[in-house]
């Protein structure tokens, strides 16, 4: 059994294949039929491979072969499967599938259908690559492979040039924080002589001390691979633009999978961080700030889909706040709960914008409650499980992270602060979306309700928002355990109040106008904070001022080849030596002759001694 | 041996001159006609020199050259002439400056 | 007299292909194709002969005894002149490379070239031969005398059968590399004396020539004669303003040799001859060459960034990939060779490809302005997605072979000089923006539904096929080139490291 997982990513990039090869001749069931039919063939695999080593928990290696050998590097195509890889692989085979079948039905009258599912396929495939890879270098393979398979589902529909521009602002950003990532693996390899995960742990714990400057480096380096797969500050900017690919890729890799990536790469490499207490704080402080950030955008934004966008943004903030604080298991919890949840919520939005004429402002839509039931519920527990009410998966993780950050010596109240204002954020902007899309009038009719492909995704991954949180991770292995203290119990009953505030505060101002903000709202200060929310914090023209303007400057200015200037001169002094010279040659027979008579003096001159 | 006995110099000394009239000619001249007539002046002061040599020296190469140039002069007259004409035709002048094609 | 008769092989057969051309227009790319596949055949066929091949051992660089094969008859022995060829791991990648590449190049000259075409394939093949002999010739003047053959059928294919300004380009692209071959020429010569001063033989042998002893001064000079022609060929910055125009120019066949296989040409010789002639002034060196390197890298990539002419902006983004094997051969370690041959394999591989979709492009849309592009992956599917794989594969995607490459040039510099890397390293995002805004310019974007265009052929689809594989699998499981390359890496650096005991 355990050989065969070389098996899953191979089967999804197998169909890819073939989609390419012949996606055009085959028939529209067919391609629906291996397009989802290999996903949910690899998550079958996994979940036998799952019962396997839930039996017999003991982390196991496969190396296919060895992929490039110089000297002592030598990494392999080799797989390493422990808890952590386990659930990764569930969540990615198993929402993956979901969201699959859900394309079947949002895509069907899209022209390009087979291009569609084999870069999806090859999405998955890539994913599956990045969370079993034993070492960073096929891990950066996964990592690159799926910042291209999403800059091709961003720019799917490439006849719109905005689309283009927004896949390549993310394929752009990432790739930044990938270069980073790529210097981190160099200074990984020449301090440690290897990339192997496994024995960059052990190695490091040889070689260097806790609180050393390399392994701060090295951290530091991930870390800015991390931020910017993961869309945290300062290179999130990509995320809300990327939300111009297809709904349900939205739900897949800019929610549930590829986003975590950098989670998923500093649990990996806990060991590593566990020797950098600085990284660990930057982590820290890069996910708190972050999901702040995030979370009064998300209040701003009218286009459904931004708000989802910003809404995992700061979700992933959490996951970060929880990594720094030490803990990774609580961050890896929260990872797969958000997978549900927010694949959950795309995938309504999903059903909305198909149902709607492809509609994508809330204040355009309302009163969807009764037209679309099935939708409606979607929304309502993923919203719940977003928001963290008590008893639905989200509520299980966040509570987690809070408590274990309230821990942490010194800062840690002030991360748990934090924390909570993100909580009553997230609950406030979750449910002004419920009540403003949902209740209320009724703006556009809906053409149609979703069919059975739609409903089955969303109701399953219902019933994983809602009972996830119950999940035992089987990663106890993996990290190190957390201290078994507990905070006081007001600490716990503040965490579990504050998201209910947030709902009722919701409640109060937007389904029943009790509570009347416009005054509030309408003063200059507060006018001037929500454009600069509602802009992302204006981080987008920052950037646009301080990188992308001065780059086109450059290329403009060296547009001309100013190195071939110096050639030019030298062109240009021999044309006007040549000038010169060919002055000379005037045709005329008088004058050629005077200057052989004067040349002819010369030299007899000179031959008879007179100079 | 007898009779008037001019050193050679004099007689180098008239070609010379008649040398230099003929470049100065050569020189200064635009007019078609007055060049190939300086041409024959300086051939036929090369031509003096030798006969000169030619009696100085008792051989009689000096004669031999003489006849070469004379026939070289008349082929030269020859073609000389008939670009002459040719350039009379073209340039509708004997302007040697008008024919300057051939310049860079 | 194998490697012999492959260089004649082509001579001939491009002769065969010129007179041809009386049997109709077709004919001659017929017999090119058929003389670079018997080429490749027949080496293929001599090599499954060679018990060496599968266990290569290091060959030492001054003992030809020790190389895969060697050849030497007299030519002119008054001055120690020789007809000497020899062949080792990496002269037999870029041999192999060669042939695959103009198999590659007579393929898309098929329907590009329609006036003189015996003539077009017949100076296809005579710059082919030049290429083999350079890439096999080990008398430093025989290797002159092929880097001039190599030179002039190119700069007749861009001077007859170029775009719009082939006059200029063809005369730009002859005077640098005319120029700084002349400065080797000097060098070579000047070697050749020191050494018959030193020991009263004339000798052009590069087995001989190894460990002259000269001044310090003497060396650097003449290291620098080496050094500027084979960067100029690279190109490296700044001698690689000739490259843009050269490649703009040219027509599609000119262009998938000049970047595939020319080029290399300059990277091959640093490896060496530059280097190994000159271990102690290349040391001084380096430093200077790798900010060289970097300096291209980046450089390339900005200029690559400002193009609106398709074949402009590959043109550059050569200059950009070029640097990286400056900055692999000066970093002189194992990780960093490995990578610069690495990278002459598979950037051979991607810009051919990339030129040959611009050739096609060319062709059909009579234009090479990608603001008047757009959308095309609307009209031809089948090109777009050929073009997407190999713009992605010019950026570095893992699992390309691009990426073998830069990975390993840039993990073995990072051992050398840690903030250089760096610099380096905006290579890879900033090459990212050029590739992703021309597959935007040209493939994406708002189509032109009234344009009638012929997707990707057959023909065009076998080639491109064919360079998509080679590409993966020089990613996915480049060790086969890895191990032919190694032992000949090993023994110049153990050769490097016993000249001035240690690392450049």
Known sequence: MRQLIGLIPLIPLLSSVCLMLLGGRLPRLWIGLLGVGSVGLAALLTGLTAVDFLANPEPFQLTLWVWMQVGNFAPGVAFYFDGLTLVMMSVITGVGFLIHLFSTEFMEEDKSYARYFAYLNMFVAAMLILVMADNLLLLYLGWEGVGVCSYLLVGFWYQNSANGQAARKAFIVTRIGDTAMALGLFLLFTELGTLNIQALGVAANETWQVGDKLPLIACLLLLAGAVGKSAQLPLHTWLPDAMAGPTPVSALIHAATMVTAGVYLIARTHELYLLAPIAMIAVALVGLSTSLMAAFTALTQRDIKRILAYSTISQIGYMFLALGVGAWSAGVFHLMTHAFFKALLFLGSGAIIHCLHHEHDIFKMGGLRTRMPVTFWSFMIGSAALAALPMTSGFFSKDQILLQAYQVDGIGPWLWLGGLLGALLTAIYSFRLVFVVFFGKANTEPDRDTGWRMALPLSLLCALALFGGWIMLPVAEVFPTASGLHPAHWVEYVSIAVPIVGVVIAYLVFYSGQLRVDGLLNMPLMQSLQRFWYSGWGLDALYDRLFVRPYYALAALFKGEPVDAVYGLIVAINQTLNGWLAEGQSGQMRRYLISMVFGLIVVLAIMLGAF | MDGLNIPLSHILLVSSLLFSVGMLGLMMRRNIIFILMSLEVMLNSTALAFVAAGAHWGQPDGQIVFMLILSVAAAEVAVGLGLVLQIQRRFKSLDMDNANRMQG | ?504
């Open chain 3, 1 to 504: 007299m194998l490697m012999i008769n492959l260089i004649l092989i082509l001579l001939v057969g491009g002769l065969l292909a010129m007179l041809s051309e009386r049997f109709g227009s077709h004919v001659p790319r017929m017999v090119a194709l058929a003389v670079v596949l018997l080429d490749l055949v027949y080496l293929l066929l001599a090599l499954s002969g060679l018990p060496e091949l599968g266990g290569l051992q290091a060959p030492v660089p001054g003992d030809p005894q020790t190389w895969l094969m060697h050849y030497r008859a007299e030519w002119i022995p008054a001055f120690g002149i020789s007809f000497e060829f020899a062949l080792d791991g990496i002269s037999l990648l870029m041999v192999l490379l060669t042939l695959v590449l103009g198999a590659v190049a007579v393929s898309s000259s098929w329907t590009d070239v329609t006036t003189k075409c015996g003539f077009f394939e017949a100076n296809l093949l005579w710059t082919l031969a030049g290429v083999l002999g350079v890439f096999m010739a080990l008398d430093l003047f025989l290797f002159f005398l092929f880097w001039e053959v190599m030179l002039i059928p190119m700069y007749f294919m861009i001077a007859i059968w170029g775009h719009e300004q082939r006059a200029y380009a063809a005369m730009k692209f002859f005077i640098f590399t005319q120029a700084s071959g002349l400065l080797m020429l000097v060098s070579v010569l000047t070697l050749a004396t020191i050494h018959q001063s030193n020991t009263g033989v004339w000798s052009f042998s590069y087995f001989d020539l190894l460990n002259t002893q000269m001044a310090a001064q003497t060396a650097y000079w003449l290291m620098l004669g080496f050094f500027v022609a084979f960067v100029v060929k690279l190109p490296g910055f700044p001698f690689h303003t000739w490259l843009p125009d050269a490649h703009t120019q040219a027509p599609t066949a000119g262009s998938v040799i000049l970047a595939g296989v020319l080029l290399k040409t300059g990277a091959y010789g640093l490896i060496r001859f530059a280097v190994p002639l000159f271990p102690e002034a290349s040391i001084d060196f380096a430093p200077i060459a790798l900010w060289l390197g970097a300096a291209g890298v980046v450089y390339g990539a900005v200029l690559a960034f400002a193009q609106t002419d398709f074949k402009r902006l590959i043109a550059y983004s050569s200059v950009s990939h070029m640097g990286f094997v400056l900055l692999g051969v000066y970093a002189w370690n194992q990780l960093a060779l490995q990578g610069a041959v690495m990278q002459m394999v598979a950037h051979g591989f991607s810009t051919a490809a990339l030129f040959m979709i611009a050739g096609s492009l060319q062709e059909r849309l009579h234009t090479r302005d990608m603001r008047e592009m757009g959308g095309l992956w609307h009209n031809m599917p089948r090109m777009g997605a050929v073009a997407m794989f190999f713009i992605i594969a010019s950026l570095g995607l893992p699992g390309l072979g691009n990426f073998v490459a830069e990975f390993l040039v840039l993990l073995g510099l990072f051992q050398v000089d840690p903030w250089l890397t760096m610099i380096a390293a905006l290579g890879l995002i900033t090459g990212a923006a050029y590739s992703l805004l021309l597959m935007q310019r040209s493939f994406q974007g708002e189509p032109d539904e009234s344009r009638r265009l012929n997707d990707f052929g057959t023909r065009e689809m076998l080639t491109m096929a064919l360079m998509m594989v080679a590409l993966i699998g020089l990613g996915l499981y480049p060790q086969p080139v890895l191990d032919m390359a190694q032992p000949v890496l090993d023994g110049l650096l153990q050769f490097s490291a016993t000249v001035v005991g240690g690392q450049l």
